[in-house]
T-cell receptor
């Protein structure tokens, strides 16, 4: 059974710092991995999608990597800002399941001014 | 811009009531999903649909049913609301092929009293 783990559960950093959020999954048979952002009480906003054949994706200050063989993904945030404060969730789409996602518990990030 | 819209941001219902949560997407997506999100448990899949009038149970379907009469609309029904169904409910959609990005609505915070 696929399981997704995110460490740490919470992270607090000063503004301007570069940071890395981690996501690990137990079964490498996936179609893709997706990173989301969630603000308190809100829905999920898609940040980056990495297909199983890709190694990384970039969007602005965000860079996500995927190492399928080791079951790991990282989300790198450069030059963090207070507006980046949110919960970040990773999710994998297991092979054999039509579009269903398995989520990690998330990392809650606080960027202090 | 892609859009998944949930009919209510907040709902308060009484125990035993029949509750309808509505979700509409404007992207002509085949797949639609209902998740619930609870502290410490993360996001869990309730039901999903990969075509009109087609549905499949997710991980926690008990106490819920769904309806998909039109491609753009996916409804979650709580047949007889109970206090343990107090939660954040999230609707999502994605294209029919397996490698595509999922988009989420803004969430519905349901409180059953």
């Amino acid at each position: 059974k696929q399981e997704v783990t995110q460490i740490p559960a919470a992270l607090s950093v000063p503004e301007g710092e570069n940071l890395v959020l981690n996501c690990s999954f137990t079964d490498s048979a996936i179609y893709n991995l997706q990173w989301f952002r969630q603000d308190p009480g809100k829905g999920l906003t898609s940040l980056l999608l990495i297909q199983s054949s890709q190694r990384e994706q970039t969007s602005g200050r965000l860079n996500a990597s995927l190492d399928k063989s080791s079951g790991r993904s990282t989300l790198y945030i450069a030059a963090s800002q207070p507006g980046d404060s949110a919960t970040y969730l990773c999710a994998v789409a297991p092979r054999g399941n039509t579009g269903k996602l398995i989520f990690g518990q998330g990392t809650t990030l606080q960027v202090k001014p | 811009d892609v859009k998944v819209t949930q009919s209510s941001r907040y709902l308060v219902k009484r125990t035993g009531e029949k509750v309808f949560l509505e979700c509409v997407q404007d992207m002509d997506h085949e797949n639609m999903f209902w998740y619930r999100q609870d502290p410490g448990l993360g996001l869990r899949l309730i039901y999903f649909s990969y075509d009109v009038k087609m549905k499949e149970k997710g991980d926690i379907p008990e106490g819920y049913s769904v309806s998909r009469e039109k491609k753009e609309r996916f409804s979650l029904i709580l047949e007889s609301a109970s206090t343990n169904q107090t939660s954040m409910y999230l609707c999502a959609s994605s294209e029919g092929t397996k490698n595509t990005e999922a988009f989420f609505g803004q969430g519905t915070r349901l409180t059953v009293v």
